[in-house]
């Protein structure tokens, strides 16, 4: 399927490398721990404007109620969620890596996600 190929190749270039084939379960597992970062990144007026504009702009584009594959009952669940893990991803790798680290341990959330070098 070609949107497979898609999000696998956005996710190994986000990763690195690091990741090359994300699980859906893993997907949905990290998911409550992004969002939580996520959110007090949102919020943090250190992080540039625009990469929360961004971010925000394609989580809404994905949970938009025009979508084809999000109206597959069950797969465009998957879809949505395996895809905002990703943009979540991406956000929290753009951002300054002082400010990710200070959030990852004021959440406690270190178990689950790594700090980040500086």
Do not use: C
């Amino acid at each position: 399927m070609f949107a497979g190929f898609i999000i696998r190749q956005l996710v190994s270039r986000l990763t690195g490398g690091k990741v090359s084939k994300p699980g859906k379960i893993q997907a949905i597992m990290r998911l409550p721990t992004l969002l939580r970062l996520g959110y007090v990144l949102m919020r943090d007026d250190r992080v540039p404007l625009w990469q929360r504009g961004s971010a925000l702009g394609i989580l809404a584009l994905i949970f938009s109620p025009l979508d084809v594959v999000g109206d597959i009952p069950i797969i465009g669940q998957f879809w949505d969620f395996t895809l905002s893990v990703v943009v979540l991803d991406a956000f929290i790798a753009m951002a300054p890596a002082s400010v990710v680290n200070e959030h990852i341990l004021k959440l406690g959330v270190q178990g689950k996600i790594p700090l980040r070098d500086s």
